[in-house]
């Protein structure tokens, strides 16, 4: 098993442009969540999703951003029209629906708007 | 809602010292609660769990008590490494599969 995987790992991108990161969970993985982390301060939730369906959005998720996981693979976080408050780590985590529930997460993109 | 509230940083303790980092938690039922570390250049990673009051999570001389009188977790270890400089967070789910809610984290640096 190879973990979670983001791509791309940093993205600079100009006020305006839109960027899309992808998380790839662990393979048996059901649920998948989107968390924001900025510095100094601990991530903070933004979505999940089990399997395809999306489940819950937090308040922070403006309507800028969306977020899919078409098969219940992989999964696209999109924002639209970006500004320099979207500067920040974006995190994924996966976890199973039985077991442990463990979140094992991705190593993050890290999005920079200029 | 539910909050967590972790001891301010940033954190710096001799090799060998002893270690707490306290958190406290506002939740209403039952959460879940963890420890996730963060080591430089890394991804977060679960250091302790504890699902229920009075349960004792321990990983790699860690230690974390469930105190649900007091509504706390706080973190400890008795002698501790440089490899332990790190970011720690304290968190909370409401149990089962649900998202985190984190605290704000608490940078560690241990000098030899």
């Known amino acids: 098993d190879t973990g979670v995987s983001q791509d791309p790992r940093h993205k600079i991108t100009k006020r305006g442009q839109n960027v899309t990161f992808r998380c790839d969970p662990i393979?048996?993985?059901?649920?998948l969540y989107w968390y924001r982390q900025t510095l100094g301060q601990g991530p903070e939730f933004l979505t999940y999703?089990?399997?395809?369906?999306?489940?819950?959005k937090s308040r922070l998720l403006s309507d800028r951003f969306s977020a899919e996981r078409p098969k219940g693979s992989f999964s696209t976080l999109e924002i639209q029209r970006t500004e320099q408050g979207d500067s920040a780590m974006y995190l994924c985590?996966?976890?199973?629906?039985?077991?442990?529930?463990?979140?094992?997460f991705g190593p993050g993109t890290r999005l920079t708007v200029t | 809602g539910n909050s967590v509230t972790q001891m301010e940083g940033p954190v710096t303790l001799s090799e060998e010292a002893f270690l707490t980092i306290n958190c406290t938690y506002t939740?209403?039922?039952?959460?879940?609660l963890f420890w996730y570390v963060q080591y430089p250049g890394e991804g977060l990673q679960l250091l302790l769990k504890?699902?229920?009051?009075?349960d004792k999570g321990s990983n790699k001389g860690f230690e974390a008590t469930y105190r649900k009188e007091t509504t706390s977790f706080h973190l400890e270890k008795g002698s501790v490494q440089v490899s332990d400089s790190a970011v720690y967070f304290c968190?909370?789910?409401?149990?089962?599969?649900?998202?985190?809610?984190f605290g704000q984290g608490t940078r560690l640096t241990i000098n030899p």
């Open positions: 985590a996966s976890s199973s629906l039985t077991g442990s529930y463990e979140q094992y």
């Open positions: 393979s048996e993985h059901n649920r």
């Open positions: 999703f089990q399997n395809e369906a999306q489940l819950e």
């Open positions: 939740a209403t039922g039952y959460p879940s």
């Open positions: 504890a699902t229920k009051a009075d």
């Open positions: 968190a909370l789910t409401r149990g089962g599969a649900q998202k985190l809610v």
